[in-house]
């Protein structure tokens, strides 16, 4: 019996989309300046990591790539695949995994929350709008001075500002079937945020490694300052 063209449609879409979040941005950019990203900082190649140890400018590049990964997979899902709207979780799914276990690195790879703010974009889109700005009002200077963890109160905060605009301003046709894609992305970002946790648990040494390295320089900075004056 052969599948059905949706489920071949889903296959196919979460193939490319595999190999689409297996494109190692973050490796290949640090390589082009000298630097291989996982024997410095975090050893996790992800945009922060190319942001602190190789340069601002890189590191938003990457940061923006990761994000294409998961726009251009919800389109090509939805518009070239033509995967319904709830199946679109499955080739979502697939690009995380392929930035997690990118076989171009020898499976190693970043968190994936660049990319999954793409696919949240790509997959809500304008109703999404309202999140994303508030998200990067509190992510960004100078209100992430506020608080203690900038960058996770800033997705909690886009993330509550997103289900509010589903519910209030969501088509009242589709609002059911764009809760039940909220909880399945929800699962998703739930399954980022723990890999986020346990890598930097098992990675503590080389994040206070950083620290130290940091303080060190501050101390120095300092003692140089005090023999000028």
């Given at each position: 019996?052969?599948?059905?063209?949706?489920?071949?449609?889903?296959?196919?879409?979460?193939?490319?989309?595999?190999?689409?979040?297996?494109?190692?941005?973050?490796?290949?950019?640090?390589?082009?300046?000298?630097?291989?990203?996982?024997?410095?900082?975090?050893?996790?190649?992800?945009?922060?990591?190319?942001?602190?140890?190789?340069?601002?400018?890189?590191?938003?590049?990457?940061?923006?790539?990761?994000v294409l990964k998961g726009v251009i997979t919800a389109l090509l899902s939805r518009y070239i695949f033509e995967v319904s709207l709830l199946w679109c979780l499955v080739p979502s799914v697939?690009?995380?995994?392929?930035?997690?276990?990118?076989?171009?690195?020898?499976f190693k790879g970043g968190d994936g929350v660049a990319s999954l703010g793409g696919l949240i974009v790509g997959l809500f889109q304008w109703i999404a709008l309202p999140a994303s700005l508030v998200a990067i009002a509190v992510g960004l200077p100078p209100l992430r001075y506020k608080f203690a963890h900038p960058s996770l109160q800033a997705g909690v905060t886009g993330w509550g500002v997103l289900l509010l605009t589903i519910a209030v301003a969501g088509p009242s046709d589709k609002?059911?079937?764009?809760?039940?894609?909220?909880?399945?992305?929800?699962?998703?970002?739930?399954?980022?945020?723990?890999?986020?946790?346990?890598?930097?648990?098992?990675?503590?040494h080389f994040f206070n490694e950083d620290e130290d390295d940091l303080e060190s320089r501050e101390i120095e900075e300092r003692r140089t300052a005090e023999s000028e004056r």
């Open positions: 019996m052969s599948a059905s063209p949706e489920i071949t449609n889903i296959a196919y879409a979460s193939l490319v989309a595999f190999f689409l979040g297996a494109i190692p941005a973050a490796y290949l950019a640090s390589r082009l300046h000298g630097v291989n990203i996982f024997d410095v900082g975090s050893r996790q190649a992800g945009a922060t990591n190319v942001w602190k140890n190789v340069s601002r400018k890189t590191g938003f590049i990457v940061f923006l790539i990761d697939a690009v995380i995994l392929g930035h997690w276990f990118s076989p171009m690195t020898k609002r059911v079937e764009y809760l039940a894609l909220y909880v399945g992305i929800s699962c998703l970002a739930l399954a980022v945020l723990l890999k986020s946790v346990r890598f930097h648990r098992r990675n503590a």
